[in-house]
């Protein structure tokens, strides 16, 4: 039994020291235009942390010491795989000098001299897109502020303060829903899939990316959904929306299940995202930024592209412009079919939510990597094995950023969303639980 014991225990500190080592490499040294200095690590990091979910029984406190290991390690690395912590500076400092991230854009400011120094000037080229409003909203520019009022012109500083937010704000909300967690879910599968995983940790704590607030929030709503708790499920479910504003198309599903009862945390959603007001402007059109997210880019989509491919062969560019629209009336029929299911019988909400954001990222022009980040906590219960293969297909869209190895991201695209889709079809068909 001691050696047993002692076995288990070296293979657990082995794991845990290649997940670490694999998370630092990427993230300390991983460059957006370097597609291999990210995928071989990614590569690592994803088999490490399959062996560590599927094939192992870590102790609670074990996942618990490495998944605070790996936080605190993302802590003090600056974002290398994604410029979007230069916006979000950018729109701090517009704050705490009073302009209104969605009224001016980065040139206009820069053209018309509204803010000057060097650091700005330093700043502005590495912006992804000057020439375009804000699209954060209310919790986002919040912490901008925040963060870019104690840290100063100091970016590296900036980084640290608001990847430390996000660090209290999971704690908090998954010592809250701890309960849920035991009680209501199945915690050997959901504290493995959630807090180890590579795709949260390096998209979040990494790269700083909000889809961490969207999803503990989300994970919040739910925890006060049953036992439904009107109010804090509302005030849950406004700070998942304003964390990042395509978490609302949840709410018609938790409406239609509660019927009734949804008064009072519809009313708490609608003043949280009221909060939206202070930024936007209807005379001054100051809220133009949101539309970037339906409408202005496409990048690694499966059938919008495919959607796109069609147009141009039965040469009808009259409807490109209209490529927007199908896709939302696509995912508004779809959404229809599953409210009436919802209507007539009650589902599992995690597998309802899981539907949902599949089709929603399947029928989007934009898919980032961490977009899949909310499957973390939606996709483990019914869709363990598509939730992780889709998450690690996901990072292969970095090839579109390598000059050199760009010209294979359209195979490449094809690739990820085959197989995602062939896990996904065998998921369905099997009848075990991967975590019972």
Known sequence: MPSHASHRNSK???????????VAVLIFFGHQRDFISIILPYTAVFAIYAWLSFNTHLYHSEVVLIALSVRLL?????????????????DGQCSLHGLNPFEYTPHQIMEQGLLSGEHFSRYYPLLNSPDYH?????????????????????????????????????????????????????????IKLYLLNPLLVVECYGNLHFELLLTIFLLCALHFYNPFRPLAHGLAM?????????SAIFLPLFLIRKKGQYFVSFLAITLCTLSMLFFINVEKK???GYGLYFSQFEFNSSIYILLSKILIFLRLPELWKWRGMIMLFLFFLFYLFRMYRNYKSELSIYREMTFIY?????????????????????????????????????????IHYDKILQPGFEFIRFLEYALALLIFLYELKKKEPLFK
């Open 12 to 22: 657990t500190t082995f794991s845990a020291v290649l997940y670490l080592l694999s």
């Open 286 to 288: 100051t809220g133009g």
């Open 74 to 90: 993302g802590l003090f690395a600056f974002p290398q795989l994604s410029d979007d912590v230069y916006r979000y500076w950018w």
């Open 358 to 398: 599949l089709l929603f990222l399947i029928l989007n022009p934009t898919v980032h990597p961490w977009y899949l980040v909310p499957l973390s906590i939606l996709g483990w219960q019914h869709l363990p094995l598509t939730t992780l293969v889709a998450q690690y297909l996901s990072c292969y869209s970095y």
């Open 134 to 190: 804000s699209v954060y909203p209310s919790v986002c520019q919040f912490l901008f502020w925040l963060c870019a009022w104690i840290s100063g012109h100091h970016i590296y500083a900036f980084s640290i303060l608001l990847k430390l937010f996000f660090l209290i704000a999971e704690a908090s909300v998954l010592l809250l829903c701890n309960k849920t967690i035991t009680e209501s879910l199945n915690p050997q599968g959901f």
């Open 238 to 246: 406004g700070l998942s929306v304003i964390s990042k504003i395509y």
